[in-house]
């Protein structure tokens, strides 16, 4: 007998490409433009499976789904949604929906979806309410279909403690996702600890970690907790793990497959109860082939590998991102601004070295710099240009900002090349101590929010000499309302 599928949508169109793709699969199908009749078939103990869109005429299917799950916790629903953000996904996973799908989507996927869901053995209800205090909150953004990807995985992941490597570039959100996965799991009551294996000295990272006992080491003269202790029954996050010291690594790959460690100068294996969520913006691959990282860590870690695009593969988020970057920067009392087409264009062009975080920065320097209310192509254009002279000889191999005088030494032995046997126009030291301060007073005055006096002592100048260089430079600055 062939399996029913429930299909709702208040779209004909939809409702006939969906089900001609189903009968074409082998399914049996019924459409319905509205929630009313989907409920009752589905209390007639009707269909084998759901696919429904969010919004309806009469009604929104996330208020359906508990009443569903209720009553048929085994009946798989999909939820169709063009409204592709980060709540949608999150939502239709936490009412209990099997799958999330974007629209527009692909019929060849949505039909393997089906297939998956039917013949999977169903768990039953979901468990766990949605937390309330974040329904409105949105902690990610943007729709773009890499982003898409990465929503749907999230929403799988949520009800699971599954160890998740999230790999990206420098600024793509890797901490961001990792804290949306704590704060919308099932671990949310629990806390969240975080640990960068770059930021801290390597011989420290063991006891940092799984702490130690007094007289462990030199220097050790109490017992202390590791950030293990201190992350249990909640989730911890693993920053740079390819920065991670070999003995370190051992005693976490002996945490992954037993569930225990012991504490540095400890013999007592302790049991633990604490996600790992790991980042790195290494290729791994490639640090275990050089003796760096141990393969056999690395298969625990990447149960569940993500990645995240960097921006310029996703500029279809620009817009959104800057929207929201915008909209933060007014909340803290900066002025309101808008951009208009050809400052987008202009950032739709740009490679974005610092993915996410530099788009972020540009928006506060914009916000608090510039009294224009309307951003346009020439002032996103200065900005990034004092921006792209610096970045790409800013960053080692860990994506961190190098000593200021090693990039300035860099960036001279480039420009002097670039003349050749001759020699660059006179007047060179103004203008390297120009593009230098030029940043450093932008950076001061968005840091105080333009604020003149608080700048001044931040740089550690007299007022006068700031306003001086200010009109010199010819940086625009406007005060923020707080
Ligand atoms: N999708 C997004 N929506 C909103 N904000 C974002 C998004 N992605 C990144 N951000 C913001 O960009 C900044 C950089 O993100 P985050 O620190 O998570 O990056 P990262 O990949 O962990 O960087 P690093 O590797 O340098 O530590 C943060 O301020 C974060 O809030």
New binding site residues.
């Given amino acids: 007998m062939s399996m029913q599928i429930l299909v709702a949508d208040d779209d004909s169109a939809i409702r006939t490409v969906v089900s001609q793709a189903l009968m074409r699969a082998g399914f049996e199908v019924r459409v319905t433009s509205n929630i009313a009749t989907l409920w009752r078939w589905i209390s007639a103990g009707e269909g084998d499976l759901v696919i429904t869109d969010v919004l309806m005429p009469d009604g929104n299917a996330f208020d359906t789904l508990p009443r569903i799950k209720n009553s048929r916790p085994d009946l798989p629903v999909i939820v169709m949604s063009a409204q592709n953000t980060f709540m949608t996904a999150i939502k239709a996973s936490e009412k209990g929906a099997y799958d999330y799908i974007p629209k527009p989507f692909d019929l060849i996927e949505l039909v393997a979806i089906v297939r998956r869901a039917l013949s999977e053995p169903r768990p039953g209800a979901q468990a766990g309410a949605p937390p309330e205090e974040l329904q409105d909150s949105m ?4 729709r773009s279909p890499a ?1 898409q990807d990465i929503y749907r995985a999230l929403a799988r992941m949520m009800q699971t403690d599954l160890t998740v490597t999230i790999t ?10 990792a804290r949306a996965l704590h704060d919308y799991g099932r671990r949310r009551k629990g806390p969240f600890v975080a640990i ?1 294996m770059a930021a801290i000295p390597r011989e420290l990272i063991e006891s940092e970690l799984f702490g130690h006992e007094k007289g462990a080491f030199t220097g050790a003269q109490a017992r202390t907790s590791g950030r293990f202790e201190q992350a249990e029954g909640g989730t911890l996050f693993l ?2 793990i390819g920065d991670m010291p070999m003995e370190a690594q051992t005693r976490l790959l002996r945490v992954l497959q037993q569930g225990e460690y012991t504490v540095v100068g400890g013999r007592t294996p302790i049991a633990t109860d604490v996600r790992i969520v790991a ?1 790195t ?1 290494k290729d791994l691959r490639q640090l275990i082939s050089r003796g760096l990282f141990r393969e056999d860590l690395f298969y625990r870690l990447n149960v569940v590998p993500l990645r ?1 695009p960097p921006m310029r593969e996703r500029v279809e ?1 620009l817009a959104d ?1 800057a929207r ?1 970057f915008f909209a933060r920067a007014e909340k803290e009392g900066l002025p309101r601004k808008t951009l208009n087409q050809g400052a987008l264009d202009v950032m739709r062009r740009y490679s974005w070295p610092g ?3 530099e788009l ?1 920065n540009l928006v506060r320097r914009l916000s608090a710099l510039y009294p224009q209310d309307e951003i346009t192509a020439e002032l996103v254009e200065h900005e990034l240009s004092n921006d792209a002279a610096s970045s790409p000889a800013m960053e080692n191999d860990r ?1 961190r900002p190098i000593d200021l005088s090693a990039a300035v030494e860099r960036y001279l032995a480039d420009y002097f090349a670039s003349f050749g046997e001759g020699l660059p126009p006179p007047g060179l030291h103004d203008r390297i101590l120009r593009d230098v301060e030029y940043p450093l007073i932008a950076a001061a005055l968005a840091a105080t929010r333009g604020n003149q006096v608080r700048a001044a002592e931040l740089l550690g100048v007299n007022r006068n000499t700031l306003r001086k260089k200010i009109r010199d430079l010819d940086i625009s600055v406007v005060r923020s309302i707080r």
């Fill in positions: 902690p990610l953004v943007g982003m990206g570039e420098s600024g793509t959100g890797k901490e961001l996702v960068n920053d740079e980042a913006n995240l988020d991102l929201h993915n996410v975080r972020e994506g």
